[in-house]
C-alpha cells in the first residue's frame, strides 16, 4: 500500500485543520489504517486509527473530544480532523497501515505498521 498524507499547514491555537490521506488499495487487504505524530525531538506516538474491521475507532487521550478519524467504505481516503489545536499538537503528521492485530482492535504500537505515508507538517501557533 502507498499512502499520500495531505492537509498539514499553519493555524493559530484554537484552530482546525483536516488531514488527508489516500490509500492506493482497497480495504479489502484488510489493514487497519492510524494516524502518528512526530514532535521535534520526540518519539513518534499514535494519534488515532481505523481497526481492520473499519468498526473500532481509537484516540490517544490526548486528542479525545478534539479530532475525529473519519474514511470512507474502502479506507481509500481517511482523514483526520483535528479541531481546538493548541500547540503541543504540533509535529509533522503521519498516515500508515497494519495488517496486524485482531479484526477489531487498532494497534497502538508504530512497530506493527507496515507502510508509511511521507508525512504532513502541522504547526499551531500560540
Known amino acids: 500500500v502507498q499512502l499520500q498524507a495531505s492537509g498539514g499547514g499553519l493555524v493559530q491555537t484554537g484552530g482546525s485543520l483536516r488531514l488527508s490521506c489516500t490509500a492506493s488499495?482497497?480495504?479489502?487487504?484488510?489493514?487497519?489504517l492510524s494516524w502518528f505524530r512526530q514532535a521535534p525531538g520526540k518519539e513518534r506516538e499514535f494519534v488515532a486509527g481505523?481497526?481492520?474491521?473499519?468498526?473500532?475507532?481509537k484516540y490517544v487521550d490526548s486528542v479525545k473530544g478534539r479530532f475525529t478519524i473519519s474514511s470512507d467504505v474502502d479506507k481509500i481516503m481517511v482523514y483526520l480532523q483535528m479541531s481546538s489545536l493548541k500547540p503541543e499538537d504540533t509535529a509533522v503528521y503521519y498516515c500508515?497501515?497494519?495488517?496486524?492485530?485482531?479484526?477489531?482492535?487498532?494497534?497502538?504500537?508504530?512497530?506493527?505498521?507496515?507502510?508509511w505515508g511521507q508525512g504532513t507538517l502541522v504547526t499551531v501557533s500560540s
Open positions: 500508515a497501515t497494519s495488517g496486524a492485530g485482531r479484526w477489531d482492535e487498532v494497534p497502538l504500537e508504530k512497530a506493527l505498521y507496515e507502510n
Open positions: 488499495r482497497r480495504s479489502s487487504d484488510h489493514y487497519a
Open positions: 481505523i481497526s481492520r474491521s473499519g468498526r473500532r475507532l
